[in-house]
């Protein structure tokens, strides 16, 4: 396996597409998979998702890949979760009922508050580019994803819903939302999830996929 290829979960749900594309695009080697051992197996590891929490949950289930993504996660090789795919590493997810996710990063996934910092209504969903609000000194993973020249990068979102971390260690990045904070990125050790899509944000995602691709040659 090239120390440059990245595994893509195939749970038929995510913009594959487009994220084969832009691993492609900075150098990464994309590999389609759908196999509990070719999760065990893989060496970077994205999740995708798109949709409702409950849906991409079910698919997971469906595949059998819920204990293969728990081995992989804590053998500590990279793992990235983007859109949906954050939300999935969060232990349970309030939209449209209660359901347990898998658990990796202590917390939950709640509505974005549809009202503003002045008492005004706010539309949900969230979509759109805003510009990230950095922690100073993260480890792990995502302080070599979320490297100095993201500091005042912009990100295309898309959702209703983000992570809400039991820790806020673990949330790494957030983004102010009509002056409400939402997080952008959440993280530990060698699991990340990003809400935004790096793989529509431009130069900036490309950055961040640049720098997951290479994570494991530095």
Avoid at 31 to 43: F, H, R
Avoid at 56 to 64: A, G, I, W
Avoid at 131 to 149: S, Y
Wanted: proline letters at 4%; charged letters at 20%.
């Amino acid at each position: 396996m090239s120390a440059k290829s990245v595994q893509i979960l195939d749970y038929g749900i995510g913009n594959l597409f487009s994220v084969c594309r832009a691993i492609e695009k900075v150098g990464g080697t994309p590999e389609l998979i759908s196999k509990p051992d070719q999760v065990v197996e893989a060496s970077k590891l994205i999740i995708p998702g798109v949709g409702a929490f409950e849906r991409c949950v079910s698919r997971l289930k469906e595949f059998n890949l819920i204990s293969s993504i728990m081995d992989y996660a804590q053998s500590g090789k990279p793992l990235l979760g983007i859109c949906v795919g954050m939300q999935l590493l969060m232990d349970q997810s309030s939209e449209f009922g209660t359901h347990a996710g898998l658990g990796l990063i202590p917390g939950t996934v709640g509505r974005i508050p549809d009202i503003d910092i002045n008492g005004e209504k706010q539309k949900v969903p969230h979509v759109g580019w805003a510009k990230l609000d950095l922690k100073v000194d993260v480890e792990g993973l995502g302080g070599q994803l979320f490297d100095g020249q993201l500091k005042n990068a912009h990100m295309y979102f898309v959702h209703s819903y983000h992570a809400i971390p039991l820790r806020t260690d673990d949330e790494l990045v957030t983004v102010d939302y009509n002056g409400v904070s939402v997080s952008a990125a959440v993280g530990r050790q060698n699991v990340v999830g990003v809400q935004f899509h790096p793989e529509k944000s431009g130069e900036a995602g490309l950055l961040l996929l640049r720098n997951f691709v290479e994570v494991t040659d530095r």
